[in-house]
């Protein structure tokens, strides 16, 4: 077996902080706090590698663009070393569907709450609804309500419509995911539940573990999405 002769790329703090774009006095505090991993001693001099440079790369994202604390920073990069990339991604995905629905869908609104909240007018409520691409609970008394996703979704269309695009799109989405949902709970039901109940899991577990699938299929579905459309 030929072994490479290329020996990996050490840094100093001065340098990681120059390749990184995180200032040196930053590191020792991310070093302070757990964030990075101890460097690399050599005599009384510490070193830092790719994979320092990774970790400042993570969280440098997770701070900028997902406006995380250093406290759930560290959590999530302790998920990456006991589990690796995917579950932290995972984790954070969770946690960015809590922070996007965790309320929304506890929410009851009525028509004329939804109209004042948005601007948008009956005669669309209906129609959107009609089309399914909203999606109102009927009261004991037959009033529509909707939640909190719906007013999401309005927001969405909003925006789509504002960039040019028509509700045809949402709607031909619609379209494919009620396909795609059909596969979901049939492979639930053809591989899953059948180990739940021979595992004797209670229903808040099962609970718990089909949340799980969701996390990962949601995952999986906007990678997918986001790669096959920069493909065509």
Request: charge should be negative; hydrophobic fraction near 40%.
């Amino acid at each position: 077996m030929v072994q490479s002769d290329v020996q990996p790329q050490l840094f100093r703090i001065d340098g990681l902080a120059q390749v990184s774009g995180v200032s040196s006095r930053t590191i020792r505090f991310y070093n302070t706090q757990g964030l990075l991993p101890p460097p690399i001693m050599r005599g009384r001099v510490a070193y830092y590698n790719q994979e320092h440079l990774l970790i400042l790369g993570i969280i440098r994202e997770l701070r900028e663009q997902q406006n995380l604390s250093l406290e759930v920073i560290k959590q999530l990069l302790a998920i990456r070393v006991e589990q690796g990339d995917v579950q932290m991604n995972l984790a954070l995905k969770q946690r960015m569907l809590r922070t996007v629905t965790g309320s929304s869908s506890q929410v009851r609104l009525s028509r004329e709450e939804v109209m004042q909240q948005t601007g948008v007018s009956g005669e669309d409520l209906d129609e959107l609804a009609r089309q399914e691409l909203l999606f109102p609970l009927i009261s004991d008394d037959g009033e529509q309500l909707f939640t909190g996703d719906d007013v999401l979704l309005l927001e969405l269309y909003q925006h789509m419509g504002e960039l040019g695009l028509p509700l045809a799109l949402p709607a031909l989405i619609r379209f494919q995911l009620r396909q795609l949902v059909r596969s979901e709970i049939a492979a639930c039901e053809q591989y899953l539940l059948p180990i739940w109940r021979e595992a004797g899991l209670p229903l808040e577990q099962q609970t718990q573990q089909f949340e799980k699938v969701l996390t990962l299929t949601d995952t999986l579905i906007s990678i997918m999405h986001r790669k096959m459309l920069y493909q065509i």
